[in-house]
């Protein structure tokens, strides 16, 4: 018993209500994008359905979050095709195993990382750069979707090149496409902007107006493949369809890659790893904090991690959490992972027996459920909300989409890392540095710019702000040169350090030759507020020893000691 996850061991019957009519509701909506993610994955639409599976019940045992909906999402649908697309031929058995690998690899990847407790890697991606990476394959998912919405066939490889391409197609367009195609996208952004208010207007309770709004992809399926059906668009108009799809459940298989493939998949699968955690893990937390309920991170990739394994094996790709899923499966009453089964078993049965009615579905509809998915995941509001705030960070997030749009996912990460650690770098060599002085009638200090307080003639009193380290050592020194190259009457220089967490060998270096050289200018230098630990690797230094009795406890006793030392009243 003590085997079973706890939601299942204290599960309450009053719950069971939510877990089924979410299950059902998220399953709804899950049709439609398991078909359309595959599509954007370059794998047959049942491989979207196998990921839409067993991935749910994994979860559901391992994973920490009571309301994130596992799955097939748009961004890792992306990056599977980014892997792949060079290896093998879209739809090929061949791509198809190498997706099953994929996902292997990426749920062992997820589950070293748990049992090793590194949790704490989703802090390595900023929200900027992860905003930016979304952003940008939000822009090449809807690009690529554009042939498929004018029912034009290219071969092209990147937005530009797509692009330029399409400029050239755009005589082949397929009229009856365009209209099927061009009226989803029409109804599905309409249906997002007015539908949930119309119904709330005709009396319907907000939060039921938001579920069915939700479902406007479903209609939209049911409908264009009625038509297509119905009308022999196929044959008479050439319309692209879904075609057979397999019925039957997934046999079980353990695609082991071969050495020759074991390379070329290590790096995407430990980028959609990561990306996949940290989009997830946002998800869950964000959901959590609505019913005072906790996420662990190390759980959730263990979780994670389960449900790309249960996907390798059962002949799916890369799943992840879904923000749009988890959202609805939350706002449908979902208070446990139970519903994630449910809509499994739902899953299943479709699968097992009502795979035939989607052979009519239009490829420019599950297009246009994507088109009108992604667009939401452009993220102007964080752009806006950093370029007001911190320009470095806005930066960092235009250079990852525009990385990710110019030169591809892989590119785009290590731009948008490299950038978040640029700025870092570059922030932490240039500290902010005050001029301090007392407020009045006080023991605080503050910045003499900022505020009125007292100061000392003759004492330069520096707050440093940051660690002292080999980038910024010499920048601090040229700094109080400075100061005492503008007053010559300067006898004393302190260093305020409350912020200075570690001075490491080279700022150890400069600041020794710093002392020296001010001793032989009859300037003295002491220390404030040292933190203990510096404290504990100074002690026995040349510096250290040089300072004795020079440092101090805090900047009102080493301020009161330049009083009576330099002689102030």
């Known amino acids: 018993m003590n085997a079973l996850p706890a939601w299942l061991r204290d599960y309450r019957r009053e719950w069971f209500a939510g877990d089924l009519t979410a299950g059902l509701i998220v399953t709804v909506m899950l049709i439609p994008q398991s078909l359309a993610y595959a599509l954007l994955a370059g794998l047959p639409p049942q491989v979207g359905l196998y990921a839409s599976l067993l991935p749910l019940v994994a ?84 690009v690529g979707q554009l042939p498929h919405l004018l029912g034009v066939k290219i071969q092209a490889h990147g937005v530009w090149e797509t692009l330029a391409a399409l400029v050239h197609a755009l005589p082949q367009t397929q009229p009856v496409t365009l209209a099927l195609g061009g009226g989803s996208v029409l109804f599905l952004w309409l249906s997002r902007r007015f539908l949930a208010r119309g119904l709330a207007r005709l009396g319907l309770a907000p939060g039921t107006s938001e579920l069915l709004t939700k479902l406007a992809p479903m209609a939209a399926v049911l409908v264009t493949t009625a038509l297509v059906a119905g009308l022999g668009l196929a044959e008479r108009a050439g319309v692209r369809i879904v075609g057979a799809v397999p019925q039957g459940l997934p046999s079980l298989t353990v695609p082991l890659p071969s050495l020759e493939t074991l390379g070329p998949l290590l790096l995407p699968a430990l980028l959609i790893s990561l990306v996949g955690f940290v989009e997830s893990v946002s998800v869950a937390q964000s959901l959590a904090l609505k019913r005072q309920e906790r996420i662990r991170p190390n759980r959730e990739l263990v979780g ?62 599950l297009a246009a459920t994507i088109v009108v998915a992604v667009t939401s ?61 007392r407020v009045p009638g006080t023991e605080h200090f503050r910045n003499v710019e900022r505020h009125r307080v007292e100061t000392v003639p003759g004492l330069l009193a520096l707050r440093v702000d940051e660690s002292l380290y080999f980038g910024n050592a010499n920048v601090i020194e040229d700094r109080i040169e400075a100061r005492l190259a503008a007053d010559p009457g300067i006898r004393q220089v302190l260093l305020v350090c409350p912020a200075v967490n570690l ?38 230094t040349p510096l250290g020893q040089a300072l004795e009795g020079q440092i101090h406890l805090s900047t009102h006793e080493a301020f009161e000691q330049a009083r009576r030392t330099l002689g102030a009243v």
């Open 503 to 540: 001075i490491d060998t080279t700022a150890l270096g400069v600041l020794t030759e710093l002392q020296r050289s001010l001793a032989r200018r009859g300037i003295a230098l002491s220390l404030s507020e040292v933190k203990g630990p510096v404290m504990d690797r100074l002690r026995g």
């Open 377 to 437: 995941l452009i993220d102007t509001h964080t752009l806006k909300e950093a370029w007001r705030y911190d320009r470095g960070d806005a930066l960092s997030l235009l250079a990852t989409a525009a990385g990710v749009i110019a030169l591809g996912v892989e590119a785009g990460i290590a731009i948008g890392v490299a950038c978040s650690l640029g700025v870092l770098v570059w922030r932490s060599s240039h500290p902010h540095i005050a001029v301090v002085g």
């Open 304 to 365: 994670l991690g389960a449900a790309n394994l249960a996907s390798a094996v059962s002949g799916g790709y890369p799943v992840t959490g879904g923000f749009a899923r988890s959202v609805v499966n939350f706002a449908a009453g979902a208070r446990t992972p139970l519903a994630g089964v449910i809509s499994a078993a739902l899953m299943a049965l479709v699968v097992a027996s009502f795979t035939g009615l989607f052979h009519h579905l239009p490829h420019a509809v």
């Open 59 to 142: 979860y559901a045992l391992l994973g920490s979050s009571m309301t994130l909906a596992v799955g097939p999402v748009a961004v890792a649908s992306l990056m599977t095709a980014s892997a792949l697309q060079p290896l093998a031929t879209p739809g090929s058995p061949e791509y198809v195993a190498l997706a099953m690998q994929l996902a292997l690899l990426s749920g062992v990847m997820l589950l070293a990382f748990g049992a090793l407790r590194l949790g704490f890697l989703a802090h390595f991606l900023s929200h900027p750069v992860i905003s930016g990476f979304i952003t940008g394959s939000a822009v090449v998912i809807a």
